[in-house]
């Protein structure tokens, strides 16, 4: 086929050859015969050659290079300007760039040169520059080469000699790009290797160890790159002549494999499956000995692991208890990004502006791993990849998505009320929540001295406080809606706060007054009752022995005071209101965790402003930055946008390598399990977890007090749409309309979507079968109340 009869020209951009725009099936070239050749390196395929001709204008050069690409069946693509130029090169990553250098009119080369070096993927790409037959002393080539290009090609538009000059490039500096490419492919796949691998000179130097080389012997890459094998301390369980026999076989060039004893660098020893290879390298000599290591208890290791993946995530780690009330409801864990056709285009022109950034973030340096894997990947693994790449470039990667708003309208509503900021403005009305100064201390409140003072009948009602049992409704009656400072008298009496903070018990009751002054008692469920409740279960998960191995008493501390002001000023108003209404507190903090904003920020306020009530008064300073940092942290965690981030992260950090050591048989190893519940990451997500379970625990209550909640929250929202519609504000929860809301139906898709996961995970790790016996009597509750069509909280009296 001639060149002119296989060029279809848009506006900048010509292409060439057989094969449309995306296709990447490989044709089959002369690189094929080298697979698996030891001569050549890399036992890989390389894909077929990608050039892109940067020609301003269509002449013999141009052609000459169009058609001897056809002959070698190379995908190739020709632009005419720098622009066009730059924009292909972004999108297809070419293999060879070969640039007109013969006309400076038309455009510099050498400054378009420099550009495509600027992308960072351009490293292992072939730049030649087409310059012009000298007319009498030669040049040099230095100013080339210090714009990037590779080589030259003096022209000449005899077809054969471009298609020469084409095969040279491909099996030369083209075909050794390509090994670059494989190489950083193959550096990646030993990062991620659940192998030991160490890989040597031919001096035994230690020249690289992979991640689980470090976590299996302890050490890391620092303290062994550039010694000797023989610094490395042996373990005294091998045969004296063992490592002899080792040398004499792999010296000889032969591999070697048998058990070997390796000494961790705690001194432990650990018995290893090995196998070291010898390298053959330059001048057919040994260059590097590369040995892959096994602790022999891992054998099944790499199959259990792929068990788990192909596993359902998160809350399988236990029994497949609870599924029954998930019928009909989203399945977080199974959510997938849709792909599209042009996702391929998509992800090179993103690629480019992220290679070229200076600090990588670990999801850049995900996606680099991603993209370096499809280089070589069959077309069905790249297209996948691609779908991948699509889910990690949104911002909700712990959100499910949801499916149309008719499928369930109570979900819909849930999350859109819970979830979102509320930025949409559907109306000019500004409902404006004026920030009020916080209440001082009451004086009227006659709440004892001290817990040997509370009232018997105050006092008989919290006799069972660390039963999860406990009635918080029977303390607010007794208070008169004044549970908080009671409970929190006796719940941090129980805990020794005072004796941590070394203050003294009159301070921590000013101090539970004030905070408790500072809730609305008004609000039908954001009041103090709500606060005692959540202090409640907080003190209650405090003392599971999974969570006691895992936190500190500077960490209980900040529990127990970050539940009893976690809602502190609650105005009865979730934050896409306040958002849509234009509120002051929505203002200060830009539409983002308004209310626990809020909460944090007044909590620290009340507390600091009078020395009468300040329980952080006496503490060190640095003590109280750790207090009062992982305080905000908690407060924080209670927003609902971050809800399925947190639980996730939990499960993934957590839950899940604490079932892989028991699978394995390792659970009584003490020193694993320790690792994991104690790391500083780890511990700030059990407090997350903590925390967000007893801000929403009522579903996992006894049936009559998840009826109350249940009734209470529903008459907030209620009132809040009430509030929307008569100021002419979005509504937010169109379902919790009180003339036609069905609150079994409401409670069942809160339980569906947000708790069962988050429990079920709980659970696994705090171990709590009485909650959740609670929470599946409790659904079975709604789901029948719903079944027979009834929008109350209770059945109609017989």
Known sequence: MGCASSIHISDRVVYHGKESEDSHSPQQT????????????????PPSCKVLLVFAKEDSQSNGFC?????????????????????????????????????SRHFDAEALCRSMRAVNSSENTVIVAVVKRPDREEASVMPLINAGFNRRYVENANMMACYNELLQLEHGEVLAQFKLRAGNAIFTALEQSQDAIEITSEDQVIQYVNPAYESIMGYQQSELIGKEIIEVPKSEKNKPDLLETINSCILKGKEWQGIYYAKKKNGDSVQQNVKITPVIGQGGKIRHYVSINRPLNDNNKSDKSSERVQAESQTDIQSSKHKDRRKGSLDVRSTTSRGSDGSSQRRHSSMARIHSMTIEAPITKVINIINAAQESSPMPVAEALDRVLEILRTTELYSPQLGTKDEDPHTNDLVGGLMTDGLRRLSGNEYILSTKQPHHLPSHLTTPLSLNDIPPRIAQTMENEDSWDFDVFTLEAATMKRPLTYLGLKIFSRFGVCEFLNCPEATLRSWLQVIEANYHSSNSYHNSSHAADVLHATAYFLCKERVKQSLDPIDEVAALIAATVHDVDHPGRTNSFLCNAGSELAILYNDTAVLESHHAALAFQITTRDDKCNIFKNIERNEYRTLRQAIIDMVLATEMTKHFEHVNKFVNSINKPLAALEENGSNNDEESVKSILTSPENRILVKRMLIKCADISNPCRPQELCIEWAGRISEEYFAQTDEEK??????VMPVFDRNTCSIPKSQISFIDYFITDMFDAWDAFADLPNLMQH????????????????HSLRPPPE
């Open 775 to 790: 929470l599946d009597n409790n659904f079975k509750y709604w789901k029948g109340l719903d079944e027979r069509k009834l």
């Open 67 to 103: 058609r001897a690409c056809e002959k070698a069946n190379y995908r190739c693509k020709m632009a005419r300007t720098p622009e066009s130029a730059l924009e292909c090169f972004s999108e297809k990553h070419h293999d060879l760039v070969i640039i007109d250098h013969r006309h």
């Open 726 to 731: 008569r100021q002419g504000l979005p509504v």
């Open 30 to 45: 002369n690189a094929t015969q080298h697979q698996g050749n030891p001569a050549s390196g890399l036992p890989l395929k």
